[in-house]
């Protein structure tokens, strides 16, 4: 296989050079050579439902595709049957370049390209590739066979400068987005409130317990005059502070503490206010009891 260098590896050549070899080993079904061309996270895909390899080096063609493909389709048998076939005689040394390739952001880390590799004779559905970046050389990621071409490339782009501003511009949104939900609900006060509930560290001495205290002593979402009853309401959740407590509950105690700062982090993600969150957990507290 050729090796792209890191001058030229974003080139489309370069992605084409990739794209032949792997094309090249599934029309083969040659599963070790597509495992080695694979990604991680597909690699990880075959190792859990691919086959396993053996010295004969022969494979189901029909378990290969299960293992390499997110989606059951015929991109494997146009592969080993139309592309194969068209490209027997093909020079590897003077590859053309796959038309079209376009590519996409998914995340900071997960750079990606597709691979446009045969139409389907609908006229309006394309086989196609994805690759992925990974250690600055692309790797085999899925294939598909898509029925709407134009639909499926809507959100992919025709440079890696492109894709990256239609992440950067996706992100912005979402921020701003954020921003303004936040206005307007008052979720910062409330984000504030559940850290505080859940930024305790676990500790049996006095001076932790205090910490722990103090935390729920802290304003209410609502405002001044719901202090008195926010900390009266918090510490009906918990044991009562005891001057004589029993040292062995303390272990008890600091689960609670955990397990509450935990469920309070779920709360807010999930669009509990702390009322609720406070109201849920002396309910759940008084049928444990109960038990």
């Not at 503490?257 to 807010?268: D, E, F, Q, R, Y």
């Amino acid at each position: 296989m050729s090796v792209a260098t890191a001058d030229n590896v974003y080139s489309k050549e370069a992605i084409s050079v990739v794209a032949r070899e792997v094309l090249k080993a599934i029309s083969t079904s040659l599963l070790p050579k597509i495992y080695s061309l694979s990604v991680a996270s597909t690699k990880e895909r075959i190792d859990f439902l691919g086959p396993k390899f053996n010295d004969s080096n022969v494979y189901d063609p029909r378990e290969i595709d299960a293992c390499i493909q997110w989606k059951d389709d015929d991109f494997g048998e146009f592969v080993r049957n139309m592309w194969a076939h068209a490209n027997k005689d093909q020079d590897t040394e003077s590859v053309e370049t796959f038309d079209p390739i376009l590519f996409k952001r998914f995340d900071k880390h997960a750079l990606r390209c597709l691979v446009g590799v045969g139409k389907d004779g609908t006229g309006s559905g394309m086989y196609a590739m994805i690759l992925e970046l990974e250690d600055n050389r692309w790797y085999y990621f899925n294939a598909l066979h898509t029925f709407s071409w134009s639909g499926e490339v809507k959100e992919w782009s025709e440079t890696i400068a492109e894709a990256n501003e239609k992440f950067n511009a996706k992100l912005a949104v979402g921020k701003q987005n954020k921003s303004l939900a936040s206005a307007t609900s008052g979720s910062e006060d409330n984000d504030s409130y559940w850290d505080n509930l859940g930024s305790s560290e676990s500790g049996s001495s006095d001076n932790d317990d205090g910490d722990y205290w103090a935390e729920y002593d802290k304003k209410a979402p609502g405002g001044d005059s719901n202090d008195d009853v926010q900390a009266s309401q918090a510490r009906n959740i918990a044991p009562q502070r005891n001057s004589d407590i029993n040292p062995n509950k303390t272990v008890v105690l600091d689960h609670i503490k955990t397990t509450l700062g935990s469920l309070a982090k779920l709360a807010t993600s999930s669009g509990v206010s702390p009322e609720e969150f406070i109201d849920l957990a002396s309910w759940a507290m008084e049928k444990s009891v109960a038990l």
